[in-house]
T-cell receptor, first 108, second 114 residues
Framework: GQNIDQPTEMTATEGAIVQINCTYQTSGFNGLFWYQQHAGEAPTFLSYNVLDGLEEKGRFSSFLSRSKGYSYLLLKELQMKDSASYLCAVPYGQNFVFGPGTRLSVLP | DTEVTQTPKHLVMGMTNKKSLKCEQHMGHRAMYWYKQKAKKPPELMFVYSYEKLSINESVPSRFSPECPNSSLLNLHLHALQPEDSALYLC?????????????FGEGSRLTVL
């Protein structure tokens, strides 16, 4: 089975940097996804890591360590619109198993 | 076209009604999904269709009945629902199995059961 854990809530200030962690225990590993979900909207794809290391995409970066079962999403130069839930997810068979999600609040 | 389109966006129904949620994608994806999401919770898988065949049913009550008329369309038929079934229902699609690529989500259908 799959077990994924994330902090429930985080708060940060506009312009700052925030790191959202995700730990996972899986039987088999086929990569890890990060999704952003604004309240009442659908999740949107942010990043995919299958190899160890850092993937950078604009203000967002995602890191993976397969040996530690650990990933993080790094958000730089935070903007108010970054207030959302951030979900890490791992594919498992024909399913995506989502973590509980981290609700990020960006304050002015 | 990289969209998954869901209709209706909002639905209010009584416990004796019969209604349907519809989902459409034109990306040539061969896997389509229904997820249920309650407030402040992650999406929970309900059904997976792979190549138009039901491949996963996550022990969903029979008052939810999925249908895949063709590779672009996915329906969720609703009958005799309970108030606790009120949630955001998300449709998603992927190229093939999830380990080959990301899920693309529709905007969801927000269902309220009175």
């Amino acid at each position: 089975g799959q077990n994924i854990d994330q902090p429930t809530e985080m708060t940060a200030t506009e312009g700052a940097i925030v790191q959202i962690n995700c730990t996972y225990q899986t039987s088999g590993f086929n990569g890890l996804f990060w999704y952003q979900q604004h309240a009442g909207e659908a999740p949107t794809f942010l990043s995919y890591n299958v190899l160890d290391g850092l993937e950078e995409k604009g203000r967002f970066s995602s890191f993976l360590s397969r040996s530690k079962g650990y990933s993080y999403l790094l958000l730089k130069e935070l903007q108010m619109k970054d207030s959302a839930s951030y979900l890490c997810a791992v594919p498992y068979g024909q399913n995506f198993v989502f973590g509980p999600g981290t609700r990020l609040s960006v304050l002015p | 076209d990289t969209e998954v389109t869901q209709t209706p966006k909002h639905l209010v129904m009584g416990m004796t009604n019969k209604k349907s949620l519809k989902c459409e994608q034109h990306m040539g994806h061969r896997a389509m999904y229904w997820y249920k999401q309650k407030a402040k919770k992650p999406p929970e898988l309900m059904f997976v269709y792979s190549y138009e065949k039901l491949s996963i049913n996550e022990s969903v009550p029979s008052r939810f009945s999925p249908e895949c008329p063709n590779s672009s369309l996915l329906n969720l038929h609703l009958h005799a629902l309970q108030p606790e079934d009120s949630a955001l229902y998300l449709c998603a699609s992927s190229q093939d199995s999830p380990d080959t690529g990301e899920l693309f989500f529709g905007e969801g259908s927000r269902l309220t059961v009175l």
